[in-house]
C-alpha cells in the first residue's frame, strides 16, 4: 500500500510540475522572489489545477508516510519524471525516443535496487524538541545558503539553486507530515498542540513558494533535475537522523545502495534533460508547433458537423 500511495502522489506531482510551470512561464522577470509572481499565477487557470493536484499529492504522500518511513516514501517520488514521459507521451502526443527509454529504466532500476538493498525500516525514535530544532536549523541554514546562490549567475544556475532550497524545503516538510499525520490519525483535535503542525504549514508554503522560482527563473531541466534529486537525499538524511530509519550498510549492501541511487540519479538527470520534458514548457518552439497543430485538429474535428441520418 505504501507503494501505491507513493506512485499516485509520484504521478499528481508530474501533472503538478507541467501545470504549474505552464501557469508561470509568462509572468515577468522582475517577479522572482515576489508576492507579485504567486497572483500572477493564481490568476492562470492551469496553475490552479496543478495547485489542486499538487493537495492531492499531499494528501496521497502524507498517508504513505504514515504507513512507511521518510526514507522509503521519498526516493519512490524520483518517478515522478518518469510519469511526466508518461504524460507528455499519452496527453500531448509525443513521441518517447531511446533516451527517455533508458532514463526510464534507469531511474525505476535505480530504485527497485535502492530499497532492495536498502531495505528501509521505519525508525522508531521519538525525536526531541532539540532534535527538531537542529534538523530544523540545519534545513534552513541549507536553504538559505541556495537562496543566496540562486541571486547570481546564469538562468539554469537560479533555476538549480532555487529547486536545490526547495527540494530542501519539501523534504523537512514531508519530516513534519510523517509526525502530523501520525497525530491525525489517533487524535486530530490535538494537531493544533504540536508544533510541526505550525513547520508543515510555513515549510510547505515556502516550498511551493521556491518552486514557483524555480520554475520562472530558468530552464526546467536545471530546477526540475535539482528538486527530483535533492529531495530524497534530504530525506534520507532526515528519515536516519531524526526518526533513526534503518538501511542495510553492512558487507556490499551499501555500496550496491550507492550504485543503485547512481544509476536512478542518472536517469532522472536524463529524462530532465530530455527534449521531450524540456521542451514542453514552451522553451522549444517545435513542441509548441506540435501542440498548436493538435490543437487545431482537435478543433477542427469538434467542428465537423455528424453527416445526415441516411433516409430508411
Known sequence: MVFILALGASLANALTSVFQRMGVESAPPEATLRLSLMAHAMRRGIWVLGFVLMIVSFALQAVALHLGGLSEVQPILTLELVFLVVVLAVWFGFSVGRREWIGSLAAVGGLAGFLYCAHPDEGNLAPSLWSWLLAGGASSGAMVLAIVLALRGPRWWRAAMFGTAAAISFAFTAACTKVVSNVAATDWIALYRHGQTYALIVFGILAVFLTQNAFH????????????????????????????????????????????????????????????????????????????????????????????????
Open 217 to 312: 527563473a530558468g530552464p526546467i531541466v536545471a530546477s526540475q533535475s535539482t528538486l527530483v534529486m535533492v529531495d530524497p537525499l534530504a530525506s534520507i538524511l532526515i528519515g536516519v537522523g531524526l526518526f533513526g530509519d534503518n538501511l542495510r550498510t553492512g558487507g556490499a549492501w551499501g555500496p550496491m545502495e550507492a550504485i543503485s541511487l547512481l544509476v536512478m540519479f542518472a536517469g532522472a538527470f536524463s529524462l530532465a534533460h530530455s527534449p521531450l520534458v524540456s521542451g514542453i514548457k514552451g522553451s522549444d518552439d517545435h513542441h509548441h508547433e506540435l501542440l498548436a497543430e493538435r490543437s487545431r485538429s482537435e478543433h477542427v474535428a469538434s467542428s465537423v458537423p455528424p453527416p445526415p441520418l441516411s433516409p430508411s
